[in-house]
């Protein structure tokens, strides 16, 4: 399944830190950020549970770049 | 400006004014005094990137810019470079506040130049309207649409009659007539009178926020160059970092082992300079920035770039491979020329087109527009339609027989042969023959010109694909201009074709594939690139093609590569100039030449001369 958030954040290369944290995180298969459109894109692995897996998507992405958003 | 950037502005603009007062008092002797006061502008402008870089090092995520302008700045004011020290800070924000407003105002224009989003729908219910968000329409309802409005959503008309414009979704103000019946696309503004519509889709699979949210993700899709980027930022930052520690410790330990005077301020100002300029932030925001920037504006034309890997594969396009039909010919048939005998040129169409009149036949069709009026079917009797053949009616009392060669043999009545290429449609009288009709798909306007213009760009070979026949394809080629022409090809050898093309070209020569997207998505995906054309309503073609035509002007195939080659040119120049820049004044500042201000330019003028190149990007009307 795939979701695309809305999100906040300042520069290009936090956008692409925040995109190897979202790849990094437990029940994602596959996450992209686009900064020009300040949106994220997740897929989730199958069974996965979406809210769960998003609160540490944002645990993750706030690790490398404090001063993030990402709106559920 | 958001709120953020307001208040950045003004911290900025009072720490200038703090730092004009204090450069200027004579705070020498005061050293303690003069720390303090230094301190204020300095935090002033600074705070947050110093908690961003504490809360970095806590994270374990130390090195990126933040860390090194807090590093940097800290370190000078440790030297008791002061005014340096503030400085760096100053331009480092400057140089965000700058990006965050280049980035912003982009961001605007791109959605503004995609002008297509519907904001409300009129819906009726009982006779009464009401505005609603688009959203909340299900799929069935009748919406109301004035005129200046945008059409919400994709449906049916139900009632009323206008003229629709199609410039925000093809680039081209063409207008379309919506009649009842007629299906029309979200995104469309309504010119002339009222609509009511019935709903076929929901908003979100309707065409506006489809070709909105392709747009959007299209940059989602890396291109090489923007991996080669986030590699590249992933290495540089702690290489820089590394390199800095060890210009500061280094040098001077090697001169204390040699017995001269290690001069460690000396070297750790160098080091300092060094992290100004390594700051990849110039490299790291202006290329995603082009991207977007071309896609943007090629979708303001009516281009749809599925991604920029796609930019930049279509970049490369040396090859350019159509699929006839639908791209080079309109796809639908015309009467070209009348070879009439004994009969004037209007009855011989005339009894044609009646005799023809129950056929829905393509052919038959364009005998039908041909003769223009409307043919009455009640003059018509006795119609016998022979397979393969053509059709026997009687038309006005007269025998008409109208069709190809085999049924005037089969009438026994001697035809005469056409020189021309096309179809040829035989005609007789009450057994006599009375002269044929030629029916050719008509060529596109502005076919030879695409073709011209592709070869004008650089494309070096153009290539004709097609299942009509030989002779039919070679008087096309000839007319339009293209190199090569492959007839006669079964749907599963065109992809046989393209795969024998692709073998051939070398490695940075891509072929294009062009095609109207209905029955040759195998060949579509197959090519580097797939370009569909006359896309706008049609899911499939949208669905399966790397780039989206969304009118069927062949002359937009040209344009498409030309944005692409300006887009990946900005692009080259942003990664060499930062880049070239950067390592210079590098190796400046190692050798001690450059001193902080070169740094700040190195850092933050690099940045903002590769925005505003990038935003360059933009601009794609006229080419």
Same mark, same amino acid.
């Given at each position: 399944?795939?979701?695309?958030?809305?999100?906040? %954040?300042?520069?290009?290369?936090?956008?692409?830190?925040?995109?190897?944290?979202?790849?990094?995180?437990?029940?994602?298969?596959?996450?992209?950020?686009?900064?020009?459109?300040?949106?994220?894109?997740?897929?989730?692995?199958?069974?996965?549970?979406?809210?769960?897996?998003?609160?540490?998507?944002?645990?993750?992405?706030? %690790? %490398?770049?404090?001063?993030?958003?990402?709106?559920? | 400006?958001?709120?953020?950037?307001?208040?950045?502005?003004?911290?900025?603009?009072?720490?200038?004014?703090?730092?004009?007062?204090?450069?200027?008092?004579?705070?020498?002797?005061?050293?303690?005094?003069?720390?303090?006061?230094?301190?204020?502008?300095?935090?002033?402008?600074?705070?947050?990137?110093?908690?961003?870089?504490?809360?970095?090092?806590?994270?374990?995520?130390?090195?990126?810019?933040?860390?090194?302008?807090?590093?940097?700045?800290?370190?000078?004011?440790?030297?008791?470079?002061?005014?340096?020290?503030?400085?760096?800070?100053?331009?480092?924000?400057?140089?965000?506040?700058?990006?965050?407003?280049?980035?912003?105002?982009?961001?605007?224009?791109?959605?503004?130049?995609?002008?297509?989003?519907?904001?409300?729908?009129?819906?009726?219910?009982?006779?009464?309207?009401?505005?609603?968000?688009?959203?909340?329409?299900?799929?069935?309802?009748?919406?109301?649409?004035?005129?200046?409005?945008?059409?919400?959503?994709?449906?049916?008309?139900?009632?009323?009659?206008?003229?629709?414009?199609?410039?925000?979704?093809?680039?081209?103000?063409?207008?379309?007539?919506?009649?009842?019946?007629?299906?029309?696309?979200?995104?469309?503004?309504?010119?002339?009178?009222?609509?009511?519509?019935?709903?076929?889709?929901?908003?979100?699979?309707?065409?506006?926020?489809?070709?909105?949210?392709?747009?959007?993700?299209?940059?989602?899709?890396?291109?090489?160059?923007?991996?080669?980027?986030?590699?590249?930022?992933?290495?540089?930052?702690?290489?820089?970092?590394?390199?800095?520690?060890?210009?500061?410790?280094?040098?001077?330990?090697?001169?204390?082992?040699?017995?001269?005077?290690?001069?460690?301020?000396?070297?750790?100002?160098?080091?300092?300079?060094?992290?100004?300029?390594?700051?990849?932030?110039?490299?790291?925001?202006?290329?995603?920035?082009?991207?977007?920037?071309?896609?943007?504006?090629?979708?303001?034309?009516?281009?749809?770039?599925?991604?920029?890997?796609?930019?930049?594969?279509?970049?490369?396009?040396?090859?350019?491979?159509?699929?006839?039909?639908?791209?080079?010919?309109?796809?639908?048939?015309?009467?070209?020329?009348?070879?009439?005998?004994?009969?004037?040129?209007?009855?011989?169409?005339?009894?044609?087109?009646?005799?023809?009149?129950?056929?829905?036949?393509?052919?038959?069709?364009?005998?039908?527009?041909?003769?223009?009026?409307?043919?009455?079917?009640?003059?018509?009797?006795?119609?016998?339609?022979?397979?393969?053949?053509?059709?026997?009616?009687?038309?006005?009392?007269?025998?008409?027989?109208?069709?190809?060669?085999?049924?005037?043999?089969?009438?026994?009545?001697?035809?005469?042969?056409?020189?021309?290429?096309?179809?040829?449609?035989?005609?007789?009288?009450?057994?006599?023959?009375?002269?044929?009709?030629?029916?050719?798909?008509?060529?596109?306007?502005?076919?030879?010109?695409?073709?011209?213009?592709?070869?004008?760009?650089?494309?070096?070979?153009?290539?004709?694909?097609?299942?009509?026949?030989?002779?039919?394809?070679?008087?096309?080629?000839?007319?339009?201009?293209?190199?090569?022409?492959?007839?006669?090809?079964?749907?599963?050898?065109?992809?046989?074709?393209?795969?024998?093309?692709?073998?051939?070209?070398?490695?940075?020569?891509?072929?294009?594939?062009?095609?109207?997207?209905?029955?040759?998505?195998?060949?579509?995906?197959?090519?580097?690139?797939?370009?569909?054309?006359?896309?706008?309503?049609?899911?499939?073609?949208?669905?399966?093609?790397?780039?989206?035509?969304?009118?069927?002007?062949?002359?937009?195939?040209?344009?498409?590569?030309?944005?692409?080659?300006?887009?990946?040119?900005?692009?080259?120049?942003?990664?060499?100039?930062?880049?070239?820049?950067?390592?210079?004044?590098?190796?400046?500042?190692?050798?001690?030449?450059?001193?902080?201000?070169?740094?700040?330019?190195?850092?933050?003028?690099?940045?903002?001369?590769?925005?505003?190149?990038?935003?360059?990007?933009?601009?794609?009307?006229?080419?």
């Amino acid at each position: 399944m795939k979701k695309t958030y809305k999100i906040e %954040v300042d520069c290009a290369n936090c956008a692409n830190k925040m995109e190897e944290a979202a790849k990094k995180t437990a029940g994602v298969k596959d996450a992209a950020v686009n900064f020009m459109a300040l949106k994220m894109k997740v897929e989730f692995e199958d069974g996965a549970d979406v809210d769960a897996v998003m609160q540490e998507v944002i645990k993750n992405c706030k %690790v %490398v770049e404090d001063d993030c958003q990402i709106f559920l | 400006m958001t709120k953020k950037q307001k208040n950045l502005l003004q911290r900025v603009i009072a720490a200038g004014l703090m730092m004009a007062v204090l450069v200027f008092l004579p705070l020498k002797e005061y050293p303690v005094l003069r720390f303090i006061l230094f301190m204020v502008p300095y935090l002033t402008v600074g705070h947050d990137i110093l908690r961003k870089a504490w809360k970095g090092i806590l994270h374990r995520q130390v090195f990126d810019e933040c860390f090194l302008m807090a590093v940097a700045t800290i370190g000078a004011m440790a030297l008791g470079e002061y005014t340096e020290g503030v400085a760096v800070m100053w331009f480092y924000q400057i140089g965000e506040l700058f990006q965050g407003i280049a980035v912003g105002r982009s961001r605007k224009s791109i959605t503004e130049l995609m002008d297509i989003r519907p904001d409300y729908a009129n819906i009726e219910k009982e006779g009464e309207i009401s505005r609603v968000d688009p959203d909340d329409v299900e799929v069935g309802s009748l919406i109301v649409v004035n005129p200046g409005e945008k059409i919400p959503l994709d449906g049916l008309v139900e009632e009323g009659e206008s003229v629709l414009n199609t410039a925000a979704l093809t680039g081209e103000s063409i207008p379309r007539k919506a009649r009842p019946g007629d299906e029309v696309i979200s995104g469309c503004i309504n010119m002339s009178g009222v609509l009511k519509i019935r709903t076929t889709k929901k908003f979100d699979e309707s065409t506006a926020s489809r070709i909105l949210d392709l747009v959007e993700n299209a940059s989602s899709r890396k291109s090489r160059s923007e991996q080669f980027i986030t590699k590249f930022a992933r290495v540089y930052t702690p290489a820089v970092c590394y390199g800095a520690l060890a210009l500061a410790f280094v040098p001077p330990l090697v001169r204390l082992l040699m017995g001269q005077a290690p001069l460690f301020g000396d070297w750790i100002y160098r080091a300092l300079t060094f992290l100004v300029i390594s700051c990849p932030c110039a490299i790291v925001v202006s290329i995603p920035l082009s991207f977007f920037g071309g896609i943007g504006g090629a979708s303001s034309q009516g281009i749809l770039i599925k991604g920029s890997n796609f930019m930049e594969t279509l970049s490369q396009v040396k090859t350019v491979v159509f699929d006839k039909t639908g791209t080079i010919t309109r796809g639908d048939f015309e009467v070209i020329d009348i070879h009439h005998g004994t009969l004037p040129r209007e009855e011989l169409l005339e009894l044609a087109a009646h005799a023809e009149g129950h056929s829905s036949h393509p052919i038959s069709q364009s005998i039908q527009r041909a003769y223009g009026k409307k043919v009455s079917l009640d003059r018509v009797s006795q119609v016998e339609e022979i397979s393969g053949k053509g059709v026997k009616a009687t038309v006005d009392g007269k025998r008409v027989a109208v069709g190809n060669m085999r049924l005037m043999e089969h009438q026994g009545i001697e035809g005469i042969d056409c020189h021309e290429t096309g179809t040829i449609i035989h005609t007789a009288v009450d057994d006599a023959y009375t002269g044929h009709l030629v029916i050719a798909d008509r060529i596109k306007d502005g076919a030879a010109e695409a073709i011209e213009d592709l070869k004008r760009t650089g494309v070096r070979e153009t290539v004709m694909l097609t299942g009509d026949l030989k002779e039919t394809a070679e008087a096309v080629a000839r007319q339009v201009g293209v190199g090569r022409v492959c007839a006669e090809l079964l749907p599963d050898q065109k992809v046989k074709v393209l795969e024998e093309l692709l073998a051939k070209a070398g490695k940075n020569e891509k072929i294009a594939f062009v095609g109207d997207g209905i029955n040759d998505a195998p060949v579509l995906s197959r090519a580097d690139i797939g370009i569909a054309m006359g896309a706008l309503g049609s899911d499939a073609a949208i669905e399966a093609a790397d780039v989206v035509l969304m009118d069927d002007d062949p002359r937009k195939i040209g344009k498409a590569i030309r944005i692409a080659r300006k887009c990946l040119r900005i692009v080259y120049e942003n990664i060499f100039f930062a880049i070239g820049v950067k390592l210079i004044c590098l190796l400046l500042g190692a050798l001690g030449i450059a001193n902080m201000w070169l740094a700040i330019f190195a850092d933050v003028g690099v940045m903002v001369l590769c925005v505003l190149n990038a935003i360059r990007c933009l601009r794609v009307k006229n080419l």
